[in-house]
C-alpha cells in the first residue's frame, strides 16, 4: 500500500494534475487540503434500489470535489466546502458504528477521488474490524485510470456518471474538455475490474459487486445525453447497467438560462426513449414529480441539517 501522505504532496489524482502540495496546506482545484474532510456520514435511501436496498446505503460525503460542476446538486458541500476536519480513524469508527447499528448494505464512498489516498487505508481498518460489506466508489467519473487501478483489491462497486459525450459542453459547465475521454477510459477500467452490476444476474435484491453508470439529464441539452447513452452503448453494450436521472434542480452559479429550470417532463422522455431503442437491458428511471412546480427540491440536500435529505432518511452520524 502507498503512503498516505506521499500522494498528496504534488498531488495528481485526478485528471486535473495540479500538482499541488497537499500535504503543505496548498489546494488544486478540489480545493481541499491533504487533511481528510467529510461534511455527513448516514445511512442513505435515496440511490439505486441494488445499493439502498431496504436499510440504506452507508454514506460518507466528502467535502470539495475536482470537477465542479456549475450546476451542482452538492454545492454546499463541492464548493462551499461545508465540512469537519477528520482524522482516518475517526472516520473509520463512525463507519463501524453505522453499519453494526443500522445494518446498512455497503459504505459508499461519495465524491472520492481527491481523497482517493485515503481509502485504501480506510477500507482496510474496516475489514480489520469485520465490516465486510460492499465498498461503493461514487464518482463523478472524472478519474484517473491508474488510481482506480490501486483500488482494485479495496473496492466492490462503482457509481460513476458519465456526465458529457460533448467535450464543449464539458468546457461550458465544468472547464473539462478532456471528460468524455477520461469519464470512458475510468468506466471502461471500473468494468475490467468489477464488470457489470450483480444484482441482475445474482439472484439477490442488493449488489455485491460492479459497476452501474449514472447519467443526470440536463435541461437543454438534450443532444448530449442522446450521445451519451449511443457512447456507452458502443462502448459497453446493451448489458451495461444504466441509470438515468431526472432530479435536476437549479442551485448553482450559472447564467446559463435552460439551468434555471427543472427539466421538462418531455426531455425526459426523448432520453429514456433513445435508451429503450438503444436496447440497454438493465435501465433504471427516476421517478421525479417533472411537472410540479415551486421550489420543493426533495433531492437536494441541505448539509447544515442533521438529516441533509428530506423525510428525515438518516441523520448525519458524525460526532
Ligand atoms: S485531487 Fe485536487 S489537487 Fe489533486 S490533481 Fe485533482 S484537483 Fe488537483
Redesign the pocket.
Same mark, same amino acid.
Not at 11 to 20: D, E, G, T
Not at 27 to 30: A, E, S, Y
Given at each position: 500500500m502507498k503512503s498516505v501522505l506521499s500522494q498528496y504532496r504534488a498531488?495528481?489524482?485526478?485528471? $486535473?494534475?495540479?500538482?499541488?502540495d $497537499?500535504t503543505a496546506g496548498r489546494?488544486?482545484?478540489?480545493g481541499?487540503s491533504a487533511e481528510l474532510r467529510v461534511a455527513a456520514v448516514l445511512a442513505h435511501f435515496g440511490e439505486e434500489p441494488p445499493i439502498s436496498g431496504e436499510r440504506g446505503s452507508g454514506t460518507v460525503f466528502f467535502s470539495g470535489c475536482?470537477l465542479r460542476c456549475c450546476f451542482c446538486q452538492n454545492i454546499q458541500i463541492s464548493q462551499e466546502h461545508l465540512g469537519k476536519t477528520i482524522s482516518a480513524e475517526h472516520l473509520v469508527e463512525s463507519l463501524q458504528q453505522l453499519a453494526e447499528t443500522s445494518g446498512v448494505h455497503n459504505i459508499n464512498f461519495v465524491t472520492p477521488?481527491?481523497f482517493a489516498a485515503h481509502l485504501p487505508l480506510i477500507v482496510a481498518q474496516l475489514r480489520t474490524k469485520k465490516i465486510d460489506i460492499p465498498m461503493v466508489y461514487n464518482t463523478s467519473g472524472y478519474s484517473l485510470v491508474p488510481v482506480l487501478q490501486e483500488l482494485e483489491p479495496f473496492i466492490d462497486i462503482y457509481l460513476p456518471d458519465f456526465k458529457y459525450s460533448d467535450s464543449d459542453l464539458a468546457n461550458k459547465l465544468s472547464h473539462a474538455p478532456d471528460y468524455p475521454d477520461k469519464a470512458l477510459n475510468a468506466v471502461a477500467e471500473m468494468v475490467r475490474q468489477k464488470g457489470f452490476l450483480d444484482s441482475f444476474t445474482s439472484g439477490h435484491v442488493v449488489a455485491g459487486q460492479g459497476t452501474l453508470v449514472r447519467h443526470l439529464v440536463l435541461p437543454g441539452f438534450i443532444s448530449n445525453s442522446i450521445d451519451a447513452l449511443s457512447m456507452l452503448y458502443t462502448e459497453f453494450g446493451r448489458d451495461l447497467p444504466i441509470s438515468l436521472m431526472s432530479q435536476f434542480h437549479p442551485v448553482g452559479k450559472t447564467e446559463i438560462e435552460s439551468l434555471q429550470r427543472r427539466l421538462y417532463r418531455q426531455e425526459f422522455q426523448q432520453s429514456v426513449q433513445h435508451a429503450q431503442e438503444l436496447g440497454f437491458q438493465h435501465l433504471f428511471v427516476q421517478d421525479t414529480e417533472l411537472d410540479e412546480e415551486g421550489d420543493d427540491a426533495p433531492f437536494v440536500p441541505d448539509f447544515r441539517r442533521k438529516s441533509p435529505f428530506r423525510g428525515n432518511q438518516g441523520e448525519d452520524q458524525l460526532k
Open positions: 498531488c495528481r489524482l485526478c485528471p $486535473r494534475l495540479c500538482s499541488a $497537499r489546494r488544486g482545484i478540489c481541499e475536482s477521488d481527491h
